[in-house]
């Protein structure tokens, strides 16, 4: 009796243990039936019964059960990442992430009697990871895209340059280098807005410069820098503040930033006449309300849940010529109001109003690193 009771400790010792565990933890037998599973494992899979199932059953995706039958049938340990769309996800409902991605873990556990196989299954929830390197294969493929093309065309034009008699007229010569000039410029543009960006998701956002300054300011900035943009396309802006003298803290740098690339995205996005771009700000209790607006061609909706993704771009208007840029205007703009501790969202009505409105805290809860 005490033998069994020294055992029945154990065991209860042994389940406590293992259902703490953050990981899914089970145990699967020689017929493939789940023997143990514990709570993690249970929420993973929507606390669905997984007991005394088989596993492909109890798992529903087979790539699951495969990794667990081919670690019984060969007796070597299995691992293998596994990654479920929305409509596929074992938990038995629908996933708003779009996707889960897992890894599943299979090892033959040693057997005294070594009559039967036992397999130890750990399933580790890595979607975080999974999403956090997605990002950053897509943010190297698209930025060196970016890259290339501006790239390829200055040393065309450089080949041409460089090519004896190819190019004996001064002013086509001039031509040339003002287009390689401006290509130049894209490039050193690209550049800086992703090391903009990159400061931002750094964590360096904690160390924002936080100082009180007129937002008036940031405002004729940036219509300074885009005066000669507003003349050519014969745009108009008007800018709506009750108190001009309003005060914001936050890093002025990155308001600037916010401002310019909103009010330079509405003008790229709508290069004809007549464009009316409204720019706002206004107190809101203890909040200060920001918002840019257009009546252009507007962003279709299917758009609007991904306009603040790195190198996104909205599918272009049949009226509108190829539209130039970095692709990272608005993620910067996003990642900047989220570091002053704001949101940003957006409205659009297709040849009526696109509206984006920043609503961001008067005091900046951003602090300086100690």
């Not at 995706?61 to 596994?82: F, H, K, N, Y």
């Not at 997605?134 to 041409?160: C, M």
């Amino acid at each position: 009796n005490r033998l069994e009771q020294d055992l029945a400790s154990a065991r209860d010792e042994r389940n406590r243990l293992l259902h703490a565990l953050g990981d899914a933890f089970l145990l699967v037998d020689a017929d493939t039936d789940i023997r143990f599973a514990n709570d993690a494992a249970r929420s993973l899979f929507g606390n669905r019964e997984l007991l005394n199932r088989p596993v492909r059953e109890a798992f529903l995706d087979p790539r699951l059960a495969d990794t667990v039958i081919r670690c019984l049938e060969t007796g070597e340990p299995v691992q293998s990442r596994v990654v479920f769309s929305q409509q596929t996800s074992p938990r038995g409902d629908l996933e708003n992430r779009g996707f889960n991605a897992w890894i599943i873990d299979a090892a033959k556990l040693a057997c005294p009697s070594g009559d039967s196989a036992t397999i130890r299954v750990i399933i580790r929830d890595v979607t975080t990871e999974h999403q956090i390197e997605q990002v950053r294969k897509d943010f190297v493929a698209n930025a060196s895209h970016e890259l290339r093309t501006p790239l390829a065309i200055i040393n065309g034009y450089l080949e041409n340059l460089l090519d004896d008699g190819m190019v004996e007229d001064p002013e086509m010569a001039r031509r040339f280098l003002s287009i390689m000039r401006k290509h130049s410029d894209r490039i050193s543009r690209i550049v800086e807005d992703m090391l903009v960006i990159s400061r931002l998701e750094s964590g360096e956002a904690n160390a924002l410069k936080v100082e009180p300054f007129k937002f008036r300011s940031c405002i004729n900035d940036i219509l300074e820098r885009l005066e000669s943009m507003v003349r050519n396309q014969q745009a108009e802006v008007s800018v709506t503040m009750p108190d001009p003298t309003l005060v914001m803290q936050g890093d002025r740098f990155y308001w600037t930033q916010v401002l310019f690339n909103l009010v330079e995205n509405a003008l790229k996005q709508n290069p004809y006449p007549g464009l009316k771009v409204g720019i706002g700000c206004e107190p809101a209790g203890d909040d200060i309300r920001i918002w840019v607006s257009d009546n252009g061609v507007g962003i279709p909706s299917a758009d609007l849940p991904h306009i603040f993704r790195r190198f996104f771009r909205v599918e272009k208007h049949h009226s509108q010529q190829e539209i130039k840029g970095t692709g990272l205007g608005l993620s910067i703009v996003k990642r900047a109001i989220e570091a002053h501790g704001g949101t940003i969202g957006v409205t659009s009505v297709p040849g009526s109003e696109t509206k984006f409105l920043i609503t961001v805290p008067k005091v900046c809860p951003v602090t300086q690193p100690d």
